[in-house]
């Protein structure tokens, strides 16, 4: 038996994004994507195909009179500011979820407060998300990676934590537990769970889908957080537990001893890359 599971796959920010790419390709006009639109190399890949052009931020200031496609995840209020100053149409595919959530720590970064405060996020230092939500502050925001990094914060001062919408509950509740034990009398904790449920709600499914196999491949790209988030779920539940990008990545030696093989993904992970690793593994069984 080999199953697809029915929960995997693109959310809504990454399915409204890649829409607006293709809509706008179809009309034949010339389109950039500000970072790779999803972080899933065979996707790009797809994209490039139809005419994406993907550009980096140093491109990105150095256009002019020119079409560009914000992806989901969202951007620093600096890229919208050199937009208008370089004459760019933005087509902006920021997710809404994340969209709120920088609304939210604009708000809160920009309330004027005597005491001072420190506005936390639990993100991966880097990703495209996290640097639009630190832009939010202009860079002051403290970042935090795991629970180790709580060390890093001043508990004689305010705190306001949020989260990068992908990141795993569990952690982030562990890390509003400890700073709730460590903050001083004289300060405040305020946290906000921001993470997007489209991705939290997925986690029960995963594991109760990964459970019922004796092997699973976990398709997604490598540069994917919430590949990585998900495929440790994966893990917890079942060890026999791959990472692959694509088909060519599967170890056919594996095969040999499962009767019940399951395929999964991120939610950056096109339902197409899983199907094309379903039909491979098909293949493969009707050779034996």
């Known amino acids: ?32 994507c500000l970072g790779d639109i999803v972080h899933n190399s065979k996707e790009v890949e797809r994209l490039k ?6 550009i980096n931020h140093d491109e990105f200031k150095n256009l002019h009179h020119a079409k ?5 995840h969202g951007e620093p209020p600096e890229t919208y500011a050199i937009a208008q100053q370089n004459n760019i149409e933005i087509i902006d595919a920021t997710c809404p979820v994340v969209l709120q959530l920088q609304k939210k720590i604009k708000q809160e970064y920009d309330k004027q407060e005597s005491t001072e405060k420190q506005i936390v996020i639990y993100g991966k230092k ?18 935090i990676e795991s629970i180790e990094d709580v060390d890093k914060l001043d508990f004689n001062k305010s705190i306001r934590l ?6 795993s509950l569990d952690e982030f509740k562990e ?13 405040t904790f305020e946290y906000y769970d921001t993470i997007c449920r489209q991705v939290a709600n997925r986690i029960p499914n995963l594991h109760k889908f990964a459970s019922s196999h004796d092997l699973i491949f976990f398709v997604s790209g490598k540069k994917s957080s919430n590949g990585k988030m998900l495929f440790k779920e ?3 539940v079942n060890p026999n537990s791959h990472l692959i990008d694509n088909k060519n990545e599967i170890n056919d030696s594996l095969l040999a001893n499962a009767h019940s093989i399951g395929i999964c993904g991120a939610t950056s992970t096109p339902k197409w890359l899983m199907e094309e690793v379903y039909n491979y593994l098909l293949e493969l069984r009707s050779k034996e």
């Open 68 to 72: 560009v496609l914000l992806r989901a």
């Open 49 to 54: 195909a139809m005419g994406l052009i993907t």
């Open 162 to 167: 949020y989260s990068q919408t992908t990141k």
């Open 126 to 143: 880097g990703h495209a998300e996290v640097l639009g939500l630190v832009g939010q502050t202009e860079s002051k925001a403290i970042i």
């Open 175 to 187: 890390i509003v537990l400890c700073s709730m034990e460590r903050i001083s009398p004289n300060a």
């Open 234 to 236: 994966c893990l917890k």
């Open 1 to 32: 038996m080999i199953e697809i599971d029915e929960g995997s796959g693109f959310c809504f920010g990454v399915v409204n994004a890649i829409k607006k790419a293709e809509e706008e390709l179809a009309k034949g006009n010339k389109l950039y």
